[in-house]
């Protein structure tokens, strides 16, 4: 099989595993949710944003491998809403009423973080049966982060809108009333903290819903909700005139100062998401990112050149650009390629493994051009391929623990944007080297081809046999063979499956799992949200050992 033909065969593979999130819950519930009037988290997501734009999609595969419907009940990411970058969280009442499970909690939290870390404004599009009842031990605590997250956002400037279709009950109704604005709509918005047989329990009184938490009654006499929505396509026009008039400005981008080049910032930095006009100019990538399916192996052991990838990936040559790729100290530690380049306008330093292994000169050689980067602000952009550092006692003796220190002190320290890309294998150290979840990156996507463990599976089950047995002979006991080969059998099968992309993606240890053609588009987006923020590397590092 080609390096093509098993790489489109693992992103079929990745688009049925999307088709199920975006089923939410099934022809049955959608259909009902349709007959009711309603339209889905997609739909009301689709008409909210600036027509044409893109919609980053952040955790798709949430909850994959558990006992929860793949997405978590909750569609998040970021969108483009009036020119402006938000992040969007639309529950899915078509899954089990909207109510939030362990995963949907943790889907929201991150999402919170990126809205956090890149001064976003969030909207939330609110129709959820609270907390899902059989879990609520695993999020009634936790989960009360949610709302603390909100007001915290509001206390940043960071404005948070609630647009409410349907119920919205006990802690759910602090979604709305932690919120900067809200809408309500008429006739679908329920919005109380106890339903009438919650209310007829504690106090003995009769009531109803719309005398409980309707839209109208909340509009005119509560005032929890600031605009009382007409139908849903009028709380979605209400939402965006309510972003048109948050008065958001991106701060503005440092132009290179080279002559004669492109204007960058006042209001674009490369990406042009909306159909605001632009200056922007980039040059496409001088080789066809289309062609990457060629090149990648899904057999992690093969190696390949990441200078392909990034031709693939970057801006191409052009009058302002020069080389699409400028590499540093190409001579030196060459299993880790770093170098400078520009993604749709935005100047980035990359960091992409070579050979799989880190030396000691690949660690040092990384920590020296992270901290030129923070010397420079230049965000980074992490290419993972390793199969970690170096053991061995030569390389223990010549510092290796050291020197994996130093770039992790580095990766830790270093304070202008992360991006990381799992392209392939991402294990040990250097995971966390190369800026694993760990370390926080503002985002990090993984390839179908990728692999993250502490080991490889034949690697872990061949430590845990040589530990097995040294542990019987050390009791004069004799070893089982037959019992180990399965052993090993049982341990590489599972390892290889806790590895795989949607497995790590289930566990929200990613943003989510792309095709790697859509590499390029992808980064560029993040590039620009990123540019909402400012920042000023090398503000400060923990003490090098040296
Ligand atoms: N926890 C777990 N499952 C829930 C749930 C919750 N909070 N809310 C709804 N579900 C499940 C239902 O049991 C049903 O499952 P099934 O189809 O497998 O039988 C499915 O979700 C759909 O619920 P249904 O009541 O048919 O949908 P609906 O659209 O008519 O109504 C709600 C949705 C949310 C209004 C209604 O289910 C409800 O009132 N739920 C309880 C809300 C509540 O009081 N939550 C406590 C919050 S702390």
């Known amino acids: 099989m080609t390096n093509r033909e098993a790489m489109l065969e693992k992103i079929a593979d990745l688009d049925a595993q999307h088709a199920v999130a975006v089923a939410g819950g099934g022809d049955k519930y959608v259909d009902r949710h349709h007959a009711r009037g309603k339209l889905t988290a997609r739909e009301r997501i689709e008409l909210l944003v600036d027509p044409g734009s893109a919609f980053l999609e952040l955790s798709p595969l949430a909850g994959w491998g558990s006992d929860f419907t793949v997405g978590a009940s909750v569609v998040t990411g970021i969108g483009v809403i009036e020119g402006v970058e938000c992040m969007i969280s639309a529950n899915d009442p078509t899954v089990k009423g909207g109510a939030s499970n362990p995963w ?125 929505a007409e139908d849903e396509l009028d709380a979605i026009r209400i939402g965006r005139r309510i972003v048109a008039r948050l008065n958001r400005r991106r701060p503005s981008v440092g132009v290179p100062a080279r002559a004669g080049s492109p204007t960058l910032g006042g209001g674009c930095n490369g990406l042009q998401v909306s159909d605001s006009p632009s200056q922007c100019v980039f040059a496409e990538p001088d080789a066809d990112p289309e062609t990457l399916l060629d090149l990648i192996p899904t057999d992690l052991k093969e190696p390949f050149d990441p200078r392909e990838v990034i031709v693939r990936i970057v801006d191409g040559t052009s009058e302002r650009n020069g080389r699409p790729f400028d590499e540093f100290k190409p001579l030196y530690g060459t299993s880790l390629v770093t170098g400078w380049a520009q993604l749709h306008g935005h100047p980035i330093g990359i960091l992409a493994n070579a050979q799989g292994v880190l030396f000691s000169e690949e660690a040092q050689k990384a920590t020296q051009f992270i901290q030129l980067a923070n010397q420079s602000d230049t965000p980074l952009l992490f290419l993972h391929n390793t199969t970690g550092y170096m053991v061995g006692k030569d390389y223990e003796q010549g510092g290796i623990i050291k020197h994996g220190a130093q770039m992790l002190n580095a990766v830790s320290n270093s304070s202008v944007p992360h991006l990381s890309v799992i392209m392939g294998a991402s294990y040990g150290a ?116 040296t």
């Open 104 to 228: 949907t909690v943790k889907k929201i939290f991150r999402a919170s973080q990126i809205a956090e870390e890149n001064d976003l404004p969030t909207v939330s599009l609110v129709e959820s049966g609270g907390a899902d009842l059989p879990t609520q031990k695993e999020i009634f605590i936790p989960g009360g982060r949610l709302f603390r997250d909100l007001t915290r956002s509001s206390a940043r400037k960071q404005p948070t809108i609630a647009l409410v279709f349907g119920n919205s009950t006990a802690g759910g109704a602090y979604v709305p009333g932690m919120s900067d604005y809200t809408v309500f709509v008429r006739g679908g918005a329920k919005v109380f903290l106890g339903g009438p047989p919650l209310v007829k329990m504690a106090t003995g009184e009769e009531s109803d819903d719309e005398s409980l938490g309707g839209a109208e009654m909340h509009a005119r006499v509560s005032g929890l909700a600031d605009y009382l």
């Open 430 to 545: 250097g995971n966390y080297g190369m800026n694993g979840r760990a370390f926080d990156p503002r985002f990090l996507f993984t390839w179908p081809s990728a692999k993250s463990a502490v080991m490889g599976p034949a690697q872990l089950a061949g430590v845990l046999s040589i530990v097995a047995r040294a542990a019987t002979e050390a009791k004069g006991q004799e070893y089982d063979e037959e019992g180990d080969a399965g052993m090993r059998a049982m341990v590489e099968q599972m390892v290889e499956e806790q590895s795989l992309p949607y497995a790590l993606s289930g566990m929200l240890y990613d943003d989510g799992v792309i095709d790697p053609r859509d590499t390029r588009t992808v980064l560029a987006i993040c590039l620009s949200v990123i540019s909402n923020t400012t920042w000023t590397g090398g503000e400060g590092f923990g003490v090098f050992r």
